[in-house]
């Protein structure tokens, strides 16, 4: 692979894992941001899982004053209103390079790329849909956690075959404020209509992770990584 390696947090729930989730952070915040999620998931009777909390790389953000913070892609004002016409194409691009690398490793290290989940939350959740409904072997799943759609009008063209019927896991919160809900219910109705199995879950929060969603989560990555 050409791309650098992205720093990352490993944690294995046993030996020898048969299964990954490469799960992407939100903006501002890095790898160790969901790590505690680990011990809070019933992953009874799943294999053995290495979880794997990549760090963005370090870049200014245009919303925020052009502070230099961790993230997967710029974001200007109006993007998470509507107002502007889809996300930082560019930036996009170059982190599902990143991702796709870290799948790669996971290849390397002895597991199919049908026993690897892309996970991500806010901007992460962006990254692992844009890397996961493009990827040209078929993944486990996706999961997309407060998140939305990016480059939408390109996914037509770029959708790779192989991930046409990966399951899709999406939640959000109906009273998020940093990325709003009607944004979240647009990017599954996009992809329902673009035939993708989008499993859609909504919680009574704000833009955060509530404790029944964690139980939803730990019960769909069982279903997807073939729990015993």
């Keep these: 692979m050409t791309e650098k390696l992205l720093e990352s947090i490993e944690i294995e729930t046993g030996d020898k894992p048969a299964a990954a989730v490469i799960w992407m952070h939100g903006l501002g915040a890095?790898?160790?941001?969901?790590?505690?999620?680990?011990?809070?998931?019933?992953?009874?009777?799943?294999?053995?899982?290495?979880?794997?909390?990549?760090?963005?790389?370090?870049?200014?953000?245009?919303?925020?004053?052009?502070?230099?913070?961790?993230?997967?892609?710029?974001?200007?004002?109006?993007?998470?209103?509507?107002?502007?016409?889809?996300?930082?194409?560019?930036?996009?691009?170059?982190?599902?390079?990143?991702?796709?690398?870290?799948?790669?490793?996971?290849?390397?290290?002895?597991?199919?790329?049908?026993?690897?989940?892309?996970?991500?939350?806010?901007?992460?959740?962006?990254?692992?849909?844009?890397?996961?409904?493009?990827?040209?072997?078929?993944l486990a799943g996706v999961m997309a956690l407060s998140t939305y759609l990016p480059l939408a009008e390109t996914l037509p063209q770029e959708a790779a075959q192989a991930n046409r019927g990966t399951p899709l896991f999406m939640a959000h919160g109906t009273q998020d404020s940093v990325i709003p809900f009607e944004m979240a219910t647009r990017s599954r109705d996009v992809l329902v209509q673009h035939g993708y199995a989008v499993e859609w879950h909504e919680y009574p929060m704000a833009h955060s992770v509530a404790l029944e969603e964690i139980r939803d989560i730990a019960q769909w990555l069982k279903k997807v990584l073939g729990a015993q």
Excluded: C
């Excluded at 925020?64 to 209103?81: C, P």
């Excluded at 502007?84 to 996009?92: F, H, I, M, T």
């Excluded at 599902?96 to 290849?107: N, T």
């Design 30 to 138: 890095d790898g160790n941001d969901f790590v505690p999620i680990v011990q809070e998931l019933d992953l009874s009777g799943a294999p053995a899982i290495r979880f794997v909390f990549p760090h963005a790389p370090m870049q200014p953000v245009s919303i925020n004053n052009g502070y230099v913070m961790r993230a997967w892609y710029d974001v200007k004002s109006g993007d998470l209103e509507g107002r502007s016409r889809q996300a930082d194409e560019k930036g996009v691009r170059a982190s599902q390079a990143l991702i796709e690398a870290l799948i790669e490793r996971e290849v390397a290290r002895g597991i199919a790329p049908g026993n690897i989940v892309l996970a991500g939350f806010s901007q992460g959740g962006a990254v692992a849909l844009q890397t996961g409904l493009r990827y040209s072997k078929k």
